[in-house]
């Protein structure tokens, strides 16, 4: 993700530049940071690369959240990630190609935390698939309530759609684990900006081929 602190870095398209000769082929952005603008800009390039797009919604407000959601439809992005108020998003997205993959549980604040218990989320993603989303964006490791991967786990039950986790992943045992537990895809974005994740290594580049071979 071009992100760092739940918000899109404001150089994204000097980074997408940057990271051209990676091979990366799914790249994401925040609805916050930037202007709406300079996400379409970053999501021609994220195209341009080749790349899977997505857009996360982490706006505190019903409104804004649906104005994200209409944003993507506008752009065309691949995956919309984050939001509660799935009907509405889904009505929304009607009759175009964006998968909707929205938060179980109960995300609040920002940056985004998540409440709830394992419970929530298993019933929140087995509501989900029955309204037809394409999967789920569980923020496992921003949990207050509950252990990560028993998050992960309720998550893996209930759906057969994607299962991707989002947040707070800064280490390699943390990518291991959640491959284990069955998620299709995860996103890194802060750990790899700052240089925690490979603290060994000093280049975004770097950081990036750390978590790709953290991958396996």
């Given at each position: 993700?071009?992100t760092r602190?739940?918000?899109?870095?404001t150089?994204?398209?000097?980074?997408l530049?940057d990271?051209?000769a990676?091979?990366?082929?799914?790249?994401?952005?925040?609805d916050?940071?930037?202007?709406?603008?300079?996400?379409?800009?970053?999501?021609?390039r994220i195209?341009?690369?080749?790349a899977t797009s997505?857009?996360e919604v982490?706006s505190?407000?019903p409104?804004?959240?649906?104005q994200?959601?209409?944003?993507?439809?506008?752009?065309?992005?691949?995956r919309l990630?984050?939001?509660?108020?799935?009907?509405?998003?889904l009505?929304?997205?009607a009759?175009?190609?964006?998968?909707?993959?929205p938060?179980?549980?109960?995300?609040?604040?920002?940056?985004?935390r998540?409440?709830?218990?394992?419970?929530?989320?298993e019933?929140?993603c087995?509501?989900?698939?029955?309204?037809?989303?394409a999967?789920v964006?569980?923020?496992?490791?921003?949990?207050t309530?509950?252990?990560?991967l028993?998050?992960?786990?309720a998550?893996?039950r209930?759906?057969d759609?994607?299962?991707?986790?989002?947040?707070?992943?800064?280490t390699?045992?943390?990518?291991r684990a959640?491959?284990?537990?069955?998620?299709d895809a995860f996103?890194v974005g802060s750990?790899?900006?700052?240089?925690?994740?490979?603290?060994?290594?000093?280049s975004?580049?770097?950081?990036?081929?750390a978590?790709?071979?953290?991958?396996?």
């Amino acid at each position: 993700m071009l992100t760092r602190g739940d918000q899109t870095v404001t150089d994204g398209l000097e980074v997408l530049d940057d990271l051209a000769a990676t091979g990366l082929t799914h790249i994401g952005f925040k609805d916050v940071g930037v202007p709406p603008a300079m996400l379409g800009r970053l999501h021609r390039r994220i195209k341009e690369l080749g790349a899977t797009s997505y857009l996360e919604v982490v706006s505190t407000t019903p409104e804004a959240g649906l104005q994200s959601a209409r944003l993507a439809r506008e752009l065309g992005v691949d995956r919309l990630l984050g939001g509660t108020l799935v009907e509405q998003v889904l009505d929304i997205l009607a009759g175009s190609a964006v998968q909707y993959l929205p938060f179980p549980g109960r995300p609040f604040g920002h940056p985004t935390r998540l409440g709830g218990s394992a419970a929530d989320v298993e019933a929140d993603c087995r509501r989900f698939r029955a309204l037809g989303c394409a999967g789920v964006d569980l923020l496992a490791y921003r949990a207050t309530e509950a252990d990560p991967l028993e998050l992960v786990h309720a998550a893996r039950r209930a759906t057969d759609g994607v299962l991707l986790v989002a947040g707070g992943i800064a280490t390699p045992a943390q990518i291991r684990a959640l491959a284990a537990a069955g998620v299709d895809a995860f996103t890194v974005g802060s750990a790899a900006f700052d240089g925690s994740f490979a603290p060994q290594v000093g280049s975004l580049r770097s950081q990036l081929r750390a978590v790709v071979d953290a991958s396996g």
